[in-house]
């Protein structure tokens, strides 16, 4: 159809399929990505493709930066009809050892940009009648490895961002869900500079209730279903794709 789609870090990974598969489908697509050579090989794949798309050089963290993608957006597609908030970073070291300056980029990044580009995204949203939002957070926003706090808290912050914002935009017809994804791999989905082939083990695969490990398609076709009319009484919900792996009881 000819939905007009931001997709945040749309250069790379989980982005990047997001993406092409919205655009596969014949939306128009706006890639937001603080990685120019990422979002502009992106941008050529689609349009090589048959596809709609422009990248805008965008920081998620930085307020100018979001409003003037959201307004470039509209500037070119003329509306905005859904919003994927994907762009995600981790960091380093534990809680002896991190700078709080790493602590206030993934925070900064993770949860206060997806609360950014929601903002800007839902007043033109709003004025157009409406629209869809998703989230992509993650199952470490229940459950943990050890010394992941920035990043398993920004994600925890999504997971209560998008009950909240389903309820504030509820009447203004915007529908705001999140997507927690479990094990992704995203080696083969890098720009080019930086792909690699996938190194996963028989034991990487097994140890999934559904056998393997997960694929960005994966998440890209739930994308699909949830901005879908389809999906128009889902809101202010979380769909975990993790092959199965937070229901799996691990007692030895
Ligand atoms: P990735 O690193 O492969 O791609 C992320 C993209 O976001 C890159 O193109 C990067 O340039 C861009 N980006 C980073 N910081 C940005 C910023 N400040 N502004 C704009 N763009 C920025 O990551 P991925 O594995 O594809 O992850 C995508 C999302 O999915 C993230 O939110 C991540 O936390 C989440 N996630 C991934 C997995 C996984 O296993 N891959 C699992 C759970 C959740």
């Not at 597609?77 to 994927?84: H, N």
């Not at 202010?236 to 993790?242: K, Q, S, V």
Request: charged letters at 20%.
């Amino acid at each position: 159809d000819n939905k007009v789609v931001i997709v945040t870090g749309g250069g790379q990974g989980i982005g990047r399929a997001i993406s092409r598969a919205f655009a596969q489908e014949g939306a128009s697509v706006a890639i937001a990505d603080i990685d120019d050579e990422a979002g502009l090989e992106n941008k050529e794949y689609i349009i090589s493709n048959g596809g709609r798309c422009i990248f805008v050089h965008t920081d998620v963290a930085i307020e100018e930066d979001v409003k003037n993608m959201v307004d470039e957006a509209v500037k070119v597609f003329g509306r905005v009809d859904v919003l994927i908030n994907n762009a995600g970073i981790g960091t380093g070291g534990t809680i002896y050892t991190r700078d709080m300056k790493d602590w206030d980029r993934v925070i900064a990044v993770n949860l206060r940009g997806t609360y950014m580009c929601s903002k800007y995204a839902a007043l033109k949203m709003r004025d157009l009648g409406g629209g869809v939002i998703i989230n992509i957070a993650s199952t470490r926003a229940f459950m943990s490895e050890p010394h992941t706090e920035p990043y398993s808290a920004s994600k925890g912050g999504i997971i209560a961002l998008t009950h909240s914002l389903a309820i504030s935009l509820g009447p203004d017809h915007i529908r705001v869900n999140s997507i927690s994804p479990g094990w992704i791999e995203v080696s083969e989905w890098k720009k080019s500079s930086q792909a690699t082939k996938p190194v996963l083990t028989e034991a990487d695969h097994k140890q999934h209730p559904v056998g393997r490990v997960g694929k960005p398609e994966d998440i890209a076709n739930a994308c699909l279903f949830l901005a879908s009319e389809e999906a128009g009484f889902i809101t202010g919900a979380n769909l975990t794709i993790d092959g199965g792996m937070t229901v799996k009881m691990i007692y030895v």
